[in-house]
């Protein structure tokens, strides 16, 4: 199936981009395309307009600062994903990113594209959701910054609006003495996962993050919880849905296995990185 027609159009600035949007609200942003394309090809959306940002400078940096990484928004995944100083500020992403897709995708696909796409069987939102990170844009009133909190509303929709451009990313760096943990499942490598789940490890403070269970990345605070109560009072936050690729049940049953097994890696991630230094 080929996509429905639209107009192409490709700025050399942020406010030319922001122009076009606002100029046609049925446009569409393009960055790496590889969850819009897809779209496009099925005919599951036609915007009238896509406005490729791929030519603004400035907006594929990865940079360090406050206690975090910020993210550009022409920052491909196989960047992140590789970077040294990444894994050394935020561990997280690159334990989640090394289960997106395949390389050819990742080497075309942009983390704050996948953030904007807000895709619930995504690995980055919920990411996010759980470092409570944010996410930085640009539109005709100007910059604003969207707490992940108050990013997702709904099933693959964000509070970005039409006519803004998302520039960046900001991820807050591991504390000293705390630990994460990554596990997901698919069927086959570089499927969308049946289910997944992400912890952080703190100290007494114990949050798990769910990927492809709800309709929204979610997460749940696990803190004084004993190992076999975890997956319980989880899925007592969660709503599992099922489609055709997983029931519901099952996406429940792979929440009670991960959740303590994830939260006991995360856990002795924090204890690794305590006696040996932090990495």
Request: glycine share 10%; proline share 6%; net charge negative.
């Amino acid at each position: 199936m080929k996509p429905a027609p639209f107009a192409y159009v490709r700025p050399g600035t942020l406010a030319e981009a922001v122009a076009a949007l606002a100029a046609d609200p049925g446009a569409k942003v393009l960055a790496g395309g590889q969850s819009l394309v897809p779209l496009l090809n099925m005919r599951l959306a036609a915007p009238t307009a896509l406005v490729d940002i791929n030519a603004i400078p400035g907006l594929d940096e990865i940079t360090a600062e406050a206690g975090g990484v910020r993210i550009g928004a022409l920052v491909r995944h196989a960047a992140v994903l590789a970077s040294p100083l990444v894994r050394r500020v935020q561990p997280l992403l690159h334990l989640a990113l090394d289960n997106v897709a395949h390389a050819t995708i990742r080497n075309r696909g942009t983390t704050v594209g996948s953030l904007v796409h807000a895709d619930a069987a995504g690995e980055m939102p919920v990411v996010l959701r759980l470092l409570g990170g944010s996410l930085d844009v640009v539109g005709p009133d100007g910059p604003r910054t969207i707490p992940v909190e108050e990013l997702y509303v709904g099933p693959l929709e964000s509070t970005v609006r039409h006519d803004e451009v998302a520039v960046s990313a900001f991820v807050p760096g591991l504390a000293a003495h705390a630990g994460v943990a990554f596990e997901e499942l698919a069927r086959r490598q570089g499927d969308y996962a049946l289910a997944g789940v992400a912890a952080v490890v703190e100290g007494d403070v114990v949050r798990a993050g769910f990927l492809s269970v709800s309709d929204l990345p979610t997460v749940v605070d696990l803190s004084g919880v004993a190992a076999e109560d975890m997956a319980d009072l989880a899925l007592a936050s969660l709503d599992p849905v099922g489609d055709i690729h997983a029931s519901a049940d099952y996406r429940a049953q792979l929440v009670r296995v991960m959740t303590p097994r994830v939260v006991a890696t995360a856990r002795e991630h924090a204890r690794t990185r305590t006696q040996g230094g932090t990495r």
